[in-house]
Structure formats: C-alpha cells, structure tokens
C-alpha cells in the first residue's frame, strides 16, 4: 500500500528526498506523513499532511525539511536539507484517517518499509 524509496547515506549539511507511492484509495482518502525511529530513541513524527492539506512539521526539522504531493504520481515526498547526524534514522512513510493516531499517538493504520537514512559528521 505504501512503497517508500530514497533515502542513503551522506555527510552533514546534505541533502535527501525521500518518496512515498501509495495506492490510489491511500493516498485520496488518508493523512500521509513521515515517522522516524532511532536506535534506542523514541518514534517521532517528522511531517505530515491531513486529508484537508494542512501540512505540520516536528520542531526538530522546521526550516530544514519539506512535505509535498504529486497527486498525479499518487506520491509523498520528504525533501531534507541541511541534515544533521541527530537525523539519522529508519524513515518510514504513514497513514491513517485519524489525524491523532498518526500524528500524536504515531499508530498509524498503514506503515511502509521503512528507508535508512544515515548522516555522518
């Protein structure tokens, strides 16, 4: 349901873009984001956009990451600029019709593979 490709290794201050197909019922009727998951850290929602298009951002990344849609690809992208080493994580796309679920309790119904995305120093 959610086939996410992009992510790679590079150096601090790189950039990365990281996509996200979704099927076509997915993408037109659920909220769609990015969650990420650290070693030993907490789950953390990264970016996020609502069935009505509102986008929301983690504090950690404003200024440096950007959400958009292809709706004719059925496709979400993460831009990342400016990485840091702290960014590095399994990146995983997600979605839900339940803002909460996948925005605050990060339980979404539908998960991707997952992509590593690793930032040296």
């Known amino acids: 349901q959610l086939v996410e490709s992009g992510g790679g290794s590079v150096q601090a201050g790189g950039s990365l873009r990281l996509s996200c197909v979704a099927s076509?019922?997915?993408?037109?009727?659920?909220?769609m984001g990015w969650i990420r998951q650290a070693p030993g850290k907490k789950r953390e929602g990264v970016a996020l956009?609502?069935?009505?298009?509102?986008?929301d951002y983690a504090d950690s990344v404003k200024g440096r990451f950007s959400i958009s849609q292809d709706n004719a690809k059925n496709t979400l992208y993460l831009q990342m600029d400016s990485l840091k080493p702290e960014d590095t994580a399994m990146y995983y796309c997600?979605?839900?019709?339940?803002?909460?679920?996948?925005?605050?309790?990060?339980?979404?119904?539908?998960w991707g593979q997952g992509t590593q995305v690793t930032v040296s120093s």
């Open positions: 956009i609502d069935s009505d298009g509102n986008i």
């Open positions: 076509e019922n997915i993408y037109r009727r659920y909220s």
């Open positions: 997600a979605a839900d019709r339940a803002y909460t679920d996948l925005w605050i309790r990060l339980t979404p119904d539908y």
